[in-house]
């Protein structure tokens, strides 16, 4: 078993055929929305937003399938759910929710038939050893989701880059050298991670919004034990 890191769509797309196991990792915020929610029993339908090839979002869906509640822009009035983690801190066991994700939604969309799942500083270690179980022998592929530049093209993301050097410090021993560069930058890291995040765009951004608390979320490490696996279109525990 060797596990592999490449970054975003293209990185997919090159190690989809190769690979029997796919993990997305967007810490801010897709990966641990999704934690947050499938730790109370949640199901969450990602959603990419209808993504043209230029990187433009399209519009969301009017309404969601029956039985579904669609989540709404981060800090839309009234509340709700949202790509927020801290606005699903109380979501209720079964919720369907569809989560639109120009980044982690997108990219867990385009693994065609590869069992898929989703991580985070918040589960690193016990992904890890769900992933390297149910992968069985087979290559991994941990692909850190990045952030947009405003013509599309791809931003990488410190977070992510962390985020996916935890995971893969629990599969090894066997690494690619992308994969072993990040995580000796994990290693590297791990001390001072919290005010990396912090410091890094993404958090900046998200705090400048007032959404700090998503940030603190995302920085509380190995807080869960799950592992999301996208199974019949929805991440579930």
Known sequence: MTVHCEWGLHGIETLRDAVGVIVIVDVLSFSTAVDVATARGALVCP????????????PREAEPPAGSVIAQPRGAPGGGFSLSPVSLSDIAPATRLILPSPNGGRLSLACGDRPVFTGCLRNA???????????????????PAGERWPDGSLRPAIEDWLGAGAIIAGLGPALSAEAETACMAWHAARADVARLVHASASGRELIAAGHGGDVEMAVDIDASDGAPLLVDGAYRQ
């Open 47 to 58: 959603h990419d937003l209808g993504i043209a090839d230029g990187g433009a979002p399209g």
């Open 125 to 143: 270690t016990a992904l890890a050893e769900s992933v390297r179980a149910f992968a069985a022998g087979r290559d991994i592929a941990v692909i």
